[in-house]
C-alpha cells in the first residue's frame, strides 16, 4: 500500500523529451513546484499520475496537494476522473532548473514492431513539451522509496535487472566510490538499448539481450570475489526472484544483503489487482 506521509503531488509539464536508445525514452519534467522536491537516494521511487484515453491532461486531486495525502485525494477521485498511477526511478534532478529527468522504457515487441503498450508507455512516446501531468515524490530528507544502502561493510557489489532498472542502475553507478569491484548484469532487448554508465568504480558490465541468457544464468556463470557483497536486483518479477532464489541459496549471501524489487509482471498491468497483492519484493509492496 503506497505511503503517503512524506510524498507529495507535484504539478509538472514536459520540457523535453529526448529518445536515449530504440528502447528508452528520457522524458524531462519541469515545474515551479519542484522546488520542493526532496531526492532521496539513487533509486529513488516516483509516481507518474497520468491521463486517462482521451483527456489531455490528468484531473489532479485538490486536496492532499500540501499535506501528504495525496493517496486518499487520488482514491476519492471518482472512476471516470481517477489518473493512471504509475512507479517510476528519478533519474536526475536538476534544482537549479527545477527539472527532473525520468527514463521510460517502450515495451517494444521482439522484431521491433507493434508495441505491448501500457499506459505510461504509450503516454511517454506520445509526450509533448507543455503536457501537463502530476508527479508524486518525496517532500520532506528520507522520506522513503530509496532501497540501494550499500553498507559500510560491503567490499563489492553486483547490480542486475532489465531495462526498467537503468535508470537507476546508472545513478548507481555514478555515485559510487572509486576502485570498489562491481559486476553489473543487464538484460535490454538489443545491442542498440545498450547505454554508456560512467563511473568510478572497478566495474565490469554484462549485456545480456532478448534471446540469449537469462539474468540468473548470467550470474551464476559468473565469479563473485570473497568476502561480503551487496546485491541490488530489479526488474521482471520472477526473473528477479529466480536471481534471489540464487544467491542467497546457492551462493550463500546473507538475505540483508540482497535488496530486490519486482518492477512489472510479465502479463500484467501495474493497475492489475492481483499484481500488486502478491508480495514480490519492495518494489511491489512500498509505494511512493
Ligand atoms: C520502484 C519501481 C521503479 C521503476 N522504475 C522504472 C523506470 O525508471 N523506468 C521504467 O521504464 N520502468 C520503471 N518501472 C517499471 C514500470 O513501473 C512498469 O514497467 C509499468 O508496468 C509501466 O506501466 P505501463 O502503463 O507502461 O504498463 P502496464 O499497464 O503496467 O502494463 C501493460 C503491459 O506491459 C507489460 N510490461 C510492463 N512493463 C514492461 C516492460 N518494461 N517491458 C515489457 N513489457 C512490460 C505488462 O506485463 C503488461 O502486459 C519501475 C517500477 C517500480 C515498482
Same mark, same amino acid.
Request: glycine share 12%; net charge negative; aromatic share 6%.
Given at each position: 500500500? &503506497?505511503?503517503?506521509? =512524506?510524498?507529495?503531488?507535484?504539478?509538472?509539464?514536459? $520540457? !523535453?523529451? +529526448?529518445?536515449?536508445?530504440? *528502447?528508452?525514452?528520457?522524458?524531462?519534467?519541469?515545474? +515551479? $513546484?519542484? /522546488?520542493?522536491?526532496? =531526492?532521496?537516494?539513487? /533509486?529513488?521511487?516516483?509516481?507518474?499520475?497520468?491521463?486517462? &484515453?482521451?483527456?489531455?491532461?490528468?484531473?489532479?486531486?485538490?486536496?492532499?496537494?500540501? /499535506?501528504? *495525502?495525496?493517496?486518499?485525494?487520488?482514491?476519492?477521485?471518482?472512476?471516470?476522473?481517477?489518473?493512471?498511477?504509475?512507479?517510476?526511478?528519478?533519474?536526475?534532478?536538476?534544482?537549479?532548473?527545477?527539472?527532473? /529527468?525520468?527514463?521510460?522504457?517502450?515495451?517494444?515487441?521482439?522484431? *521491433?514492431? @507493434?508495441?505491448?503498450?501500457?499506459?505510461?508507455?504509450?503516454?511517454?512516446r506520445g509526450a509533448r513539451p507543455g503536457d501537463r501531468i502530476g508527479v508524486v515524490?518525496?517532500?520532506?530528507? =528520507? @522520506?522513503?522509496?530509496?532501497?540501494f544502502r550499500l553498507p559500510d561493510g560491503a567490499g563489492h557489489l553486483l547490480l542486475?535487472?532489465? %531495462?526498467? #532498472?537503468?535508470? @537507476?542502475?546508472?545513478?548507481?553507478? %555514478?555515485?559510487?566510490?572509486?576502485?570498489?569491484?562491481?559486476?553489473?548484469?543487464? !538484460?535490454?532487448?538489443?545491442?542498440?538499448?545498450?547505454?554508456?554508465?560512467?563511473?568510478? #568504480?572497478?566495474?565490469?558490465?554484462?549485456?545480456?539481450?532478448?534471446?540469449g541468457p537469462e539474468l540468473v544464468e548470467s550470474v551464476a556463470a559468473a565469479a563473485?570475489?570473497?568476502?561480503? *557483497?551487496?546485491?541490488?536486483?530489479?526488474?521482471?518479477?520472477?526473473?528477479?526472484?529466480?536471481?534471489?532464489?540464487?544467491?542467497?541459496?546457492?551462493?550463500?549471501?546473507?538475505? %540483508?544483503?540482497?535488496?530486490?524489487?519486482?518492477?512489472? !509482471?510479465?502479463?500484467?498491468? +501495474?493497475?492489475?489487482?492481483?499484481?500488486?497483492? +502478491? %508480495?514480490?519484493?519492495?518494489?511491489?509492496?512500498?509505494? #511512493?
Amino acid at each position: 500500500m &503506497p505511503v503517503a506521509g =512524506n510524498f507529495r503531488l507535484f504539478a509538472v509539464h514536459v $520540457a !523535453r523529451t +529526448e529518445l536515449l536508445t530504440p *528502447g528508452m525514452l528520457r522524458v524531462t519534467l519541469a515545474g +515551479e $513546484a519542484l /522546488d520542493g522536491f526532496v =531526492n532521496g537516494g539513487c /533509486d529513488q521511487r516516483i509516481k507518474l499520475l497520468l491521463p486517462l &484515453p482521451g483527456q489531455e491532461e490528468p484531473v489532479l486531486p485538490e486536496s492532499g496537494v500540501d /499535506d501528504g *495525502g495525496w493517496y486518499a485525494a487520488w482514491q476519492r477521485l471518482p472512476d471516470r476522473w481517477r489518473p493512471v498511477m504509475r512507479t517510476y526511478t528519478l533519474r536526475a534532478q536538476r534544482r537549479e532548473a527545477r527539472e527532473i /529527468d525520468v527514463d521510460v522504457a517502450l515495451h517494444l515487441a521482439p522484431g *521491433g514492431g @507493434a508495441l505491448r503498450e501500457g499506459p505510461a508507455s504509450r503516454w511517454a512516446r506520445g509526450a509533448r513539451p507543455g503536457d501537463r501531468i502530476g508527479v508524486v515524490g518525496p517532500a520532506v530528507p =528520507n @522520506a522513503g522509496g530509496v532501497e540501494f544502502r550499500l553498507p559500510d561493510g560491503a567490499g563489492h557489489l553486483l547490480l542486475a535487472g532489465d %531495462e526498467t #532498472a537503468l535508470p @537507476a542502475v546508472g545513478c548507481i553507478l %555514478e555515485s559510487l566510490p572509486a576502485g570498489l569491484p562491481v559486476q553489473v548484469h543487464l !538484460r535490454v532487448a538489443d545491442p542498440a538499448d545498450r547505454q554508456s554508465l560512467p563511473t568510478a #568504480a572497478d566495474a565490469t558490465v554484462h549485456w545480456l539481450h532478448r534471446g540469449g541468457p537469462e539474468l540468473v544464468e548470467s550470474v551464476a556463470a559468473a565469479a563473485l570475489p570473497a568476502g561480503r *557483497g551487496y546485491a541490488w536486483i530489479a526488474g521482471e518479477a520472477a526473473q528477479v526472484r529466480a536471481l534471489r532464489r540464487h544467491l542467497v541459496g546457492e551462493r550463500g549471501m546473507a538475505r %540483508e544483503d540482497v535488496e530486490f524489487m519486482g518492477y512489472w !509482471r510479465r502479463g500484467r498491468s +501495474e493497475s492489475d489487482p492481483a499484481a500488486e497483492s +502478491e %508480495e514480490v519484493g519492495p518494489g511491489q509492496r512500498v509505494g #511512493a
